[in-house]
C-alpha cells in the first residue's frame, strides 16, 4: 500500500523580491518559491503558524508534499531550503522542486539504532558512536524512507557498523560509493587509556 502524501496549502504570491516578501511576513505567511520540472517558478505564501508547526514535527527536508494551489493543479514537491531568522531561529523563507513519484533525488535519512539491550558491547558499559546519524540517499520521490534501521544486536565493544552491514529500503542507495562508517561501539571512557572521542576521530580518519 503506498504511503499517503501529505498536503501542502499555499497562495500565490502576487509580486517579487525583498518588498514582497516583507508584506507576506507582515500579513502572517511565509514566502516562498517553488522551481524545476522544466516550468517557470512561482512565488507562494504559507501560512506562517501552520508551516512553523509542520516544520516542529520533524523530517520536513526528506518528506514529499502534495502542494495545493487555489486555480492551479496541484504539484508534488520536496522542501530544498528554509531560510530562518538568525537570532529567533524561525522561518522568513522556504524553497520547493517540483518532482514526481518515479523522479529520483538525493536527500539525508535519519539512522534509527534499535535493540540496545542485545549489545554485548554496550552491556558491558561500551557507547555507541553515531558518526553519521543521517545518511544521505539516493531514492524515489514517491518511496522515501522514513529512516534507516540500523540493528546493534550482538554487537562489542570495538565494532564498527558500515553502510554495507544495513540493509537500505527498496530502491534507495547510498551517495558516497564507498562502504562508509555509520557508527560504532566504543570503549568506555577511561578503559584502556581511551576514550568514545578517540574512537570516533580515528574511525573518521579510517574514512579518509
Known sequence: MAKEIETLDAVARTGTGKGAARKARREGFVPGIVYGDGSDPVAINLDYNKLLTRLRRGRFMSTLFNLKMEGQEDVRVICRGVQKDVVKDLPTHIDF????????????????????????????????????????LNVLAGDIPDQIVVDLSGTEIGDTIHISNVELPKGAKATIDRDFVIANVAQPKGFGGGSSDDTEEETEAAEE
Open 97 to 136: 522542486m517540483r518532482t514526481h513519484r518515479n523522479s529520483r533525488i538525493s536527500l539525508f535519512v535519519h539512522v534509527e539504532f534499535i535493540n540496545h539491550e542485545k549489545s554485548p558491547g554496550l552491556k558491558r558499559g561500551g557507547t555507541l558512536v553515531a558518526v553519521r546519524p543521517e545518511v544521505e
